[in-house]
């Protein structure tokens, strides 16, 4: 026998093979029409510029569209889809071999490529999507867990492909047995099927069986196809397709803006209002449900679910398609929201996109940071959010409040005895407006509401303050000019509002030629980074932990000073800020300031750096009072509690006050205390006669 | 039907206690770092006039009224967002503090100016009392200038048979009463006439409503007069009151001699009070 010569007979024991081409016809029909039927869909809505910085785009497309870079991190789940999913490729690409060496000249099925990659590797990865499938119906049928949608469709596409996989072994083992196969040691798991059919069943049966399974399989691979389309198998299109057009610029910056101008409608609530892309993250959608597992809100007991709002949403438009298409073109700039008025509304208390679900998001982004295929959860909710505030005023009570003070005070904290300088007592610290050169300052203290306004965080902006000077850092405030950045308001929905106040701040900074600023405030840091510049604020941006960890690490800063012993004692467990963290991708830097800290030891909580889990302080919800079983800052004081953890390091003054109050309902008889990273600093390196307080 | 809101700028009375400056020349409040807001119960009337035209179903016109300075446009344009159809600001000029007789006077005067322009008001809403001087008087000495007859404290206003159904607070429940227009009332709050957030849309459209500006001299009124107010009463003085708290701790080595050490201390307390 000549390995060189090894090969199969394409169709062997089939007649009617013609038969295979004309069942093709209609299959792709199908196929390409419900793709069609999707695309059309797609280009209704508005337009986004998702094609742009083509680079990126191919980078993050092989990271995790062919790479599956976010599928993995599940354990169980990347698994069996990886298995799955490789399998799917490998037995894809030998289908191509066969039509090539079939149907034109190029007669490549031979040889040790047959044997190696037609047969072995092709058997091989055929196991694995059996095991993957297997796996995934365990964990559907069986351990059952809450993330997932239990659909008669998902049930079904695993019994398909599990079919397809177990009659392909059965036609190719049948072929082995009959044709005594030289080569049938290269296809081990179709030999184990011949081995085993070969005493059970005569070579006439076998030849039967063989023409009744290979058209069954045909029949199903083919309705399978086009199938795909119209099931959340179309993942396997729209998946990359989402991913290749995703948001490039982190979740700090994924808000939409508006033209107060030109705007018709202030919001979304009808679906031609959202953009092409939004209406493909519908489409998008896996139901793999991690978003809804790592979603703070849901954690605690809240309706929210970002994955049924998406699935929600993408019923609707399934629903209604055609009818959002009536006056549009399809040509994605937005003319098929011309019949928004006729189209049910999107916010429906009946669905998971209640006004209740909305009003309890935290905008920390863990869904989106969760997804596999990059769909954006939380913009959404924050466009539903922007319609039911500025068109129909509808919003929690406490929220209320807090755009009351932000709309007469600039500041969202109703009712605070202090003023955005009395932290200063006794520190001496520039204010802009009373300098003679506010140029000379190399860098705007941009204080924040939370720093300033909130006692216990005080002292944050206190040693924050005390360091700069220690480093020898000119640099000023704004003192009482300083205005909320609108953060609040944004995230809540009152995107009016918010511009009002960063047009404000821009005009204000601009008057003092701003160029640098640094900021204990993550929100504050967030928007000057990612927003403002929209309204033509530019600034070199740091959060005070990055900027002193600059300062420490070019010297400028003395880290030896008096090391305290109190802290140096003690463990230290850090909580990452979303609006740190996850918006804006920064985990190293209050390390690195930890680290300083006198001999700490650092333990990290579960849930940390980009899968840290939110105070419960972010999108308004700090003004909101949350029912008392229902708080997320206490399941994560509880995390942080449990690493055993004597101090919970923050970087941010909602995170402060919201641990605060949660460590102090779960910590129990230990004393564990809740400090920012900069308090902790000058206790170590600041000079000993003041500690701060 | 036509209802008139009279609306009053003042201080915010949220102001940080450190932020709150009294200046002894004037004898009132400096402006300091202090926020400008519409007085509480003067958005409570606000609200309430709303509601009245929602009751109605529509063809009441709303008008805000304000004696202030420019900034109190502000005020009058968070009015027009909450759906106020127009709006007169009568410019106070300078710093003063014109006592309730003249505020009366000088609104008395711009209503008669402006139902000479556009016919009579109803109703005339004015908040209970402001949150910066409390003197609750206005609302009362109006009426008088106006000639109307007034009532105090209602807290709703619903159309009744031909006439208007009105509830007020009083010191033994809720009354409730029909009244004929013409005539006045003053506001105050109940968990219903919350005043509501604008929306966005009505925000904007609020800078594109009428809001006509009239001086002193437009209503014939001497400026001079009217600053140096009615002399109903005079302010001696204004001080910020200063509460001093002397804390004592108990002593002793176990909770019981704690207890008995307080124990002590409040008979000695008391005793010296006498
Ligand atoms: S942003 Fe956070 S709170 Fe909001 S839906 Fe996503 S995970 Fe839940
Ligand atoms: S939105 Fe993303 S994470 Fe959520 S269920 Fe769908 S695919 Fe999964």
């Not at chain 1, 803006?257 to 892309?277: M, P, Q, S, V």
Request: with cysteine; charged share 25%.
């Amino acid at each position: 026998m000549d390995p060189t010569q090894a090969t199969r007979e394409v169709f062997w024991n089939i007649e009617y093979t013609w038969l295979v081409y004309v069942l093709m016809v209609p299959t792709l029909a199908i196929f390409g029409w419900g793709f069609w039927l999707k695309i059309r869909r797609w280009r209704a809505g508005q337009p986004a510029v998702r094609f742009d910085r083509l680079g990126e785009r191919l980078q993050l497309f092989l990271r995790n569209a062919v790479g599956q870079g976010r599928t993995i991190r599940s354990r169980y789940a990347g698994v069996f889809h990886t298995l799955v999913y490789t399998g799917f490729i490998v037995l894809f690409l030998a289908t191509t071999v066969v039509a090539i060496h079939h149907d034109t000249p190029l007669h490549i099925m031979k040889g040790h490529f047959y044997l190696v990659f037609q047969s072995l590797i092709v058997d091989v990865f055929g196991l694995f999507v059996l095991v993957g499938v297997a796996l995934a119906a365990i964990r559907r049928w069986i351990s059952k867990p809450n993330l997932l949608v239990y659909t008669d469709e998902a049930s079904w596409i695993l019994v398909t492909i599990f079919v397809m996989a177990l009659t392909g072994f059965m036609v190719e083992g049948w072929r082995i047995a009959v044709t005594d196969d030289p080569w049938a040691a290269w296809s081990p798991i179709g030999n184990v099927f011949a081995l085993a059919s070969d005493p059970l069943m005569s070579d006439a049966a076998m030849q039967t069986g063989h023409v009744v399974i290979w058209w069954f399989h045909l029949v199903v691979a083919f309705g399978f196809i086009a199938w795909v389309p119209f099931s959340k198998m179309s993942h396997v299109f729209t998946a990359p397709l989402n991913i290749f057009t995703a948001n490039l610029d982190g979740y700090g910056g994924s808000l939409k803006t508006i033209d107060f101008e030109t705007a018709e409608r202030f919001g979304i609530n009808h679906l031609g209002d959202f953009t092409w892309k939004d209406l493909l993250d519908f489409d998008a959608c896996t139901e793999c449900g991690r978003c809804t597992d790592v979603c703070p809100a849901n954690t605690v007991g809240k309706s929210l679910s970002p994955r049924d709002i998406i699935l929600d949403l993408q019923g609707l438009m399934h629903r209604q398609g055609d009818q959002f298409l009536l006056n549009g073109n399809g040509n994605g700039n937005g003319s098929g929201a011309n019949a928004s008025d006729e189209l049910l509304p999107i916010i429906d208390q009946k669905t998971a996109v209640s006004p209740e679900a909305l009003f309890a998001c935290t905008t920390c982004a863990a869904c989106m940071e969760a997804c596999p295929v990059h769909i954006e959860q939380m913009p959404k909710i924050v466009d539903a959010r922007r319609y039911l505030v500025m068109e129909e005023a509808d919003f929690p009570e406490g929220m209320m409040d807090m755009m009351n003070s932000l709309e007469s005070r600039q500041h969202p904290f109703a009712g605070t005895q202090f003023s955005r300088v009395d932290w200063t007592e006794g520190l001496d610290i520039d204010v802009m407006a009373e300098m003679d050169d506010p140029h000379e300052a190399e860098v705007l203290m941009w204080v924040g509401c939370g720093g300033a306004l909130v006692e216990r965080n005080r002292n944050t902006v206190r040693a924050t303050a005390k360091l700069l000077r220690k480093a020898g850092v000119k640099f000023a405030i704004l003192g009482r000019e300083e205005s909320c950045t609108g953060d609040p308001a944004r995230r809540v929905g009152n995107e009016f509002l918010f511009e009002m106040l960063a047009k404000g701040n821009v005009e204000t900074m601009q008057r003092y030629g701003v160029r640098k600023v640094v900021t204990s405030c993550p929100h504050c840091f967030n928007s000057f980074r990612n927003e403002y510049p929209h309204f033509g604020g530019s600034y070199e941006v740091y959060h005070h932990t990055q900027f002193l960890d600059q300062l420490l690490e070019s010297g400028r800063l003395d880290g030896h000073g008096a090391a305290d012993s109190s802290s140096g004692s003690s463990t230290i467990t850090f909580h990452d800020p979303c609006y740190l963290g996850r918006h804006n991708g920064e985990y190293e830097a209050p390390r690195n300031l930890l680290a300083k800290v006198g001999g700490a030891r650092q333990v990290e909580m579960e849930r940390s750096r980009n899968t840290s889990f939110c105070c419960g302080g972010g999108g308004g919800m700090a003004f909101v009072d949350e029912p008392p079983d229902q708080r997320v800052n206490q399941e994560r004081a509880q995390e942080a509690v449990d690493t055993g953890a004597d101090v919970v390091a923050v970087g941010c003054p909602f995170c402060a006050t919201m641990l605060d109050d949660g460590v102090n309902a779960r910590r129990g008889d230990r004393e564990v205390k809740v400090r920012d990273v900069a308090e902790l600093l000058w206790d170590a390196v600041g000079d000993s006669d003041q500690t701060v307080p | 039907m036509k209802l008139l809101v009279c609306l009053k700028q003042i201080l915010d009375p949220d102001v940080p206690a450190r932020d709150f400056q009294i200046d002894p020349a004037v004898k009132a409040a400096r402006r300091g770092g202090a926020n400008l807001v519409t007085n509480i119960f003067c958005e409570n009337a606000v609200e309430t006039a709303l509601q009245f035209r929602e009751a109605a179903g529509g063809d009441v016109k709303i008008t805000a009224l304000c004696y202030g300075e420019s900034s109190a446009e502000d005020c009058l344009r968070k009015a027009m967002a909450m759906t106020v159809d127009e709006a007169c600001l009568v410019e106070r000029d300078g710093n003063t503090n014109p006592d309730a007789a003249a505020v009366g006077r000088v609104l008395a005067a711009a209503i008669r100016r402006l139902e000479q322009d556009g016919g009579p008001f109803d109703a005339v809403l004015v908040g209970r009392e402001s949150g910066d001087w409390g003197v609750g008087q206005t609302g009362g000495l109006l009426a008088e200038e106006l000639g109307r007859p007034a009532l105090g404290f209602v807290e709703s206003l619903q159309p009744g048979n031909g006439g208007v159904t009105l509830r007020r607070q009083t010191d033994v429940g809720i009354e409730v009463a029909e009244a004929e227009p013409p005539f006045l009332v003053t506001i105050t709050n109940n968990e219903d006439n919350v005043p509501r957030i604008p929306k966005t849309r009505d925000v904007m459209m609020s800078y594109r409503k009428p809001l006509q500006k009239l001086s002193l001299a437009d209503l014939e009124l001497d400026s001079e007069e009217i600053r140096a107010g009615s002399s109903i009463f005079e302010v001696e003085e204004i001080f910020i009151p200063t509460d001093e708290v002397e804390c004592e701790l108990a002593e002793g080595d176990t909770l019981e001699e704690r207890v008995d050490q307080l124990a002590k201390r409040i008979h000695e307390v008391v005793a010296s009070i006498g």
